[in-house]
Nanobody, 124 residues
Framework: QVQLVESGGGLVQAGGSLRLSCAAS????????MAWFRQAPGKERAFVAA????????YYSDSVKGRFTMSRDNAKNTVYLQMNSLKPEDTAVYYC?????????????????WGQGTQVTVSS
């Protein structure tokens, strides 16, 4: 069982930056593939970024590639999402997710555990 707690969301102007954190419980954190998804009002939850168990490989959706960076610190059981050059269309609730079996999955059903989400609002 893994519990995920996101933090770091907030209100920022377009062009600004935010860093999201996701703290995970459990002693087997290094064996989970981790990802960030987001859900805007009236839209389905969508893949943003994923990271391998070691952290050496990362994967991004086309909409955030070059602007967002995902990383993980296995010693702290934490993953991060550094978001730069934010746009109003990045406004959403951002969710952290963990998978026991899939690395770099881009579908909601690839993931076994989810956090409660953190709101990111980008004003124009």
């Amino acid at each position: 069982q893994v519990q995920l707690v996101e933090s770091g969301g907030g209100l920022v102007q377009a062009g600004g930056s935010l860093r999201l954190s996701c703290a995970a419980s459990g002693r087997t954190f290094t064996s989970y593939g981790m990802a960030w998804f987001r859900q805007a009002p009236g839209k389905e939850r969508a893949f943003v970024a994923a990271i391998s168990w070691s952290g050496r490989s990362t994967y991004y959706s086309d909409s955030v590639k070059g602007r967002f960076t995902m990383s993980r610190d296995n010693a702290k059981n934490t993953v991060y999402l550094q978001m730069n050059s934010l746009k109003p269309e990045d406004t959403a609730v951002y969710y952290c997710a963990a998978s026991r079996t899939v690395v770099a999955g881009t579908q909601v059903w690839d993931y076994d555990y989810w956090g409660q989400g953190t709101q990111v609002t980008v004003s124009s």
